[in-house]
């Protein structure tokens, strides 16, 4: 995707598969605002949409497109390693790595098959999000992987936007009777550095340079 314009097409074509907005900006690699106001234009002229980009500034975020990594095997078990590397720093005791789905998954298998540790997955209550308090939705953890009670963990996810569904994780496999001990993650985009007291390591961090008075903290 290079430009607004393909983002706009893409959210409406995920919309209408039927993803919900939180799915869409897990998908986008967006926060939930900008998929709502991606979602909102899509179907809309191009013309319409560039005029009030223009006047409004649109949102404020990074997009970031790693399809590059998850498309190739190698590829991504490299990242794995890396990914694995960083939390070595933390921790040479840990034997369950969590996923955050749906983008954080296929990472953090790679990151279990580095580490030789056992994989679990949590789904974050932004996935079920349309409209409204996402504070009344819950998430979960797969069955159908291994559970965290009684197990110190690590966290892995594709990208931070504000550090909310990491930090849901970390409260998650606290309440499940688990402790995690660090995250990492691809890029962060708000240089969150640890949340909820747990590191939280990046591959790469992006640094907005310059004000913008439409700037939100999505």
Request: charged share 30%; aromatic share 0%; net charge negative.
């Given at each position: 995707m290079k430009n607004?314009?393909?983002?706009?097409?893409?959210?409406?074509?995920?919309?209408?598969?039927?993803?919900?907005?939180?799915?869409?900006?897990?998908?986008?690699?967006?926060?939930?605002?900008t998929a709502s106001w991606?979602?909102?234009?899509?179907?809309?002229?191009?013309?319409?949409?560039?005029?009030?980009?223009?006047?409004?500034?649109?949102?404020?975020?990074?997009h970031v497109d790693w399809s590059a990594i998850g498309e190739a095997g190698a590829r991504l078990s490299a990242?794995?390693?890396?990914?694995?590397?960083?939390?070595?720093?933390?921790?040479?005791?840990?034997?369950?790595?969590?996923g955050v789905e749906k983008a954080g998954v296929p990472l953090a298998?790679?990151?279990?098959?580095?580490?030789?540790t056992d994989l679990g997955t949590y789904t974050p209550r932004k996935h079920q999000w349309e409209e409204?308090?996402?504070?009344?939705?819950?998430?979960s953890f797969s069955r159908n992987f291994a559970q965290v009670e009684g197990r110190d963990c690590f966290v892995v996810d594709d990208t931070i936007t504000s550090g909310t569904t990491i930090s849901e994780a970390v409260e998650a496999i606290k309440e499940s009777g688990g402790n995690a001990i660090a995250a990492s993650v691809l890029v962060d985009k708000q240089g969150?550095?640890?949340?909820?007291?747990?590191?939280?390591?990046?591959l790469m961090q992006v640094i907005r340079v310059g004000n913008d008075s439409n700037e939100d903290d999505a």
């Open positions: 607004v314009d393909d983002l706009i097409d893409s959210a409406g074509d995920l919309a209408a598969r039927g993803l919900s907005r939180g799915e869409i900006a897990d998908e986008l690699n967006v926060s939930r605002e991606l979602v909102e234009r899509a179907g809309r002229s191009t013309d319409a949409v560039e005029s009030e980009t223009t006047r409004a500034g649109g949102p404020q975020d990074v990242v794995g390693a890396a990914l694995a590397d960083l939390l070595r720093e933390h921790s040479h005791e840990v034997d369950l790595v969590i298998t790679a990151v279990a098959r580095e580490l030789e409204g308090d996402i504070e009344d939705l819950g998430g969150v550095g640890d949340v909820d007291g747990v590191p939280v390591d990046a």
